[in-house]
């Protein structure tokens, strides 16, 4: 008899450590899990500083110099409107010659994160302007007394010579996503675009990775026009 008193004495001795053993495991586990949901939190947060939602209310960046007479006159826009900063935010960093026209690159701070705010500029026909326009996701207003046209698509940025994946060969059929090469990677990237026409000159201005709205868009043209 004592024998097997002994023995039930070892089995719930088991039994207690077995489920001490539990209880501390799923302890652990639970720790484990905030710990991770923390960490994704953090991972979201710091993607949405990256996206640009808490960029610097005044630009970090020095303002840099327009182009001189001779260059605009070499491309034909001498009369084109030109602004080397966008309200407070966004001063200009460079500008490129390219294409018989000209791009004017925008930064808020120096940690960029792929952020791109630009206007290009070109000069063109009504026609031409007409047929550069985007067919699909297309919101015509008025700003400022000049007609504009706003869409928001994705931009699809690779490296030369890369095959299109399937998803994104229908994308640009159905013309929400506009393709571009000479990226060291391939990325697919939110871009809004807001289009003008004037005195022979057709100009975009270009969001790349922050998500605007046509508000947002239409008050940067505001603060462009009114430079």
């Known amino acids: 008899m004592k024998k097997k008193m002994d023995f039930n004495k070892i089995v719930y001795a088991i039994i207690a450590f077995l489920f001490i053993v539990i209880i501390i495991t799923a302890v652990s586990i639970a720790i484990k899990n905030r710990n991770d949901v923390k960490d994704v939190q953090e991972i979201e947060n710091s993607m949405i500083e990256a996206k640009g939602k808490r960029e610097a209310e005044i630009s970090e960046i020095e303002e840099g110099s327009l182009p001189s007479k001779e260059e605009l006159v ?8 030109q602004a080397s900063k966008i309200n ?6 460079n500008y490129e010659m390219e294409d ?3 791009k004017y690159n925008y930064l808020a701070n120096a940690v960029t ?3 791109r705010l630009s206007i290009s500029a070109k000069v063109m026909t009504e026609e031409e302007y007409k047929k550069m326009l985007p067919e699909a996701k297309m919101q015509k207003d008025t700003v400022d007394g000049i007609e504009v046209v706003y869409n928001d698509r994705s931009l699809y940025y690779t490296v030369d010579g890369e095959d299109l994946p399937g998803y994104v060969k229908n ?10 090469y000479g ?6 990237l939110p871009m809004q675009q807001i289009m003008w026409y004037t005195d022979g000159i057709g100009y975009t201005l270009e ?3 922050r998500n605007y709205s046509y508000e947002d868009m239409a008050e940067l043209v505001k603060d462009f026009l009114s430079e």
């Open 74 to 81: 070499s491309v034909g826009l001498e009369d084109v409107m």
């Open 183 to 188: 990226n060291s990677t391939s990325e697919l």
């Open 100 to 102: 018989g026209g000209i």
């Open 207 to 209: 969001s790349i990775s």
């Open 113 to 115: 994160n792929g952020e």
């Open 171 to 180: 994308a640009l059929d159905a013309g929400n996503v506009v393709v571009r």
């Open 88 to 93: 407070k935010q966004f001063n200009l960093y």
